[in-house]
């Protein structure tokens, strides 16, 4: 069946530092790739997406590429803020709508 | 367009009750999931609805069930409530149609405690 592993976390950094989590997937076919964030007390936000390989999805700084070689879709930002403290789940959507397959969720918190 | 929205946001039970979730989608979108968040399992698949009808459904026990109104609203129902229900329970909906391209938009999310 599908799964998705993610970095363990915690992950603490500094204001302006570059930030890696790493993400590898098994699945069947080609699913889509998702990162959600999820703020204290909130439900999960899209954070960006790619459905084919080679696609880069980006949003707010944050970028992730596709990679069907290495099946993996590892997020970066070059210069994180404190504002981006969240929880980070990468997620795979099955070829039929309504399910998706997330890893255990990074915790990132920025320091000032 | 209004987002997901779940009711109630917070909610406390007892072992044994049993409690409703309701979810209302976002307009047009015609399939909604429901997820079970725990610090200890992450987010889990409950099941999903598609047009009234139940077409996935996650490795929950039998108390777990759900339904879908001709307007894609949902409910879901936990029964016979146990102390490991305490959870973020999750819903999501999506346009619905068959495609790869299978964006979830998350609702704030039901708190359920059982004591």
């Known amino acids: 069946g599908n799964s998705v592993t993610q970095m363990e976390g915690p992950v603490t950094l500094s204001e302006e530092a570059f930030l890696t989590i790493n993400c590898t997937y098994t699945?069947?076919?080609?699913?889509?790739l998702f990162w959600y964030v999820q703020y204290p007390g909130e439900g999960l936000q899209l954070l960006l997406k790619a459905t084919k390989a080679d696609d880069k999805g980006s949003n707010k700084g944050f970028e992730a590429t596709y990679r069907k070689e290495t099946t993996s879709f590892h997020l970066e930002k070059g210069s994180v803020q404190v504002s981006d403290s969240a929880v980070y789940f990468c997620?795979?959507?099955?070829?039929?709508?309504?399910?998706?397959?997330f890893g255990d969720g990074t915790t990132l918190t920025v320091k000032p | 367009k209004a987002g997901v929205t779940q009711t109630p946001r917070y909610l406390i039970k007892t072992r044994g009750q049993q409690v409703t979730l309701s979810c209302s989608p976002i307009s047009g979108h015609r399939s909604v999931s429901w997820y079970q968040q725990t610090p200890g399992q992450g987010l889990q698949f409950l099941f999903e609805y598609f047009s009234e009808t139940q077409r996935n459904k996650g490795n929950f026990p039998g108390r777990f069930s759900g339904r879908q109104f001709s307007n894609s609203r949902s409910e879901m129902n936990v029964s016979t409530l146990e102390l490991g229900d305490s959870a973020l329970y999750l819903c999501?909906?999506?346009?619905?149609?068959?495609?790869?391209?299978?964006?979830?938009?998350f609702g704030p999310g039901t708190r359920l405690t059982v004591l």
């Open positions: 999501a909906s999506s346009p619905g149609r068959k495609s790869s391209y299978n964006e979830q938009f």
């Open positions: 997620a795979l959507g099955d070829t039929n709508a309504g399910k998706s397959t």
């Open positions: 699945a069947t076919g080609y699913p889509s």
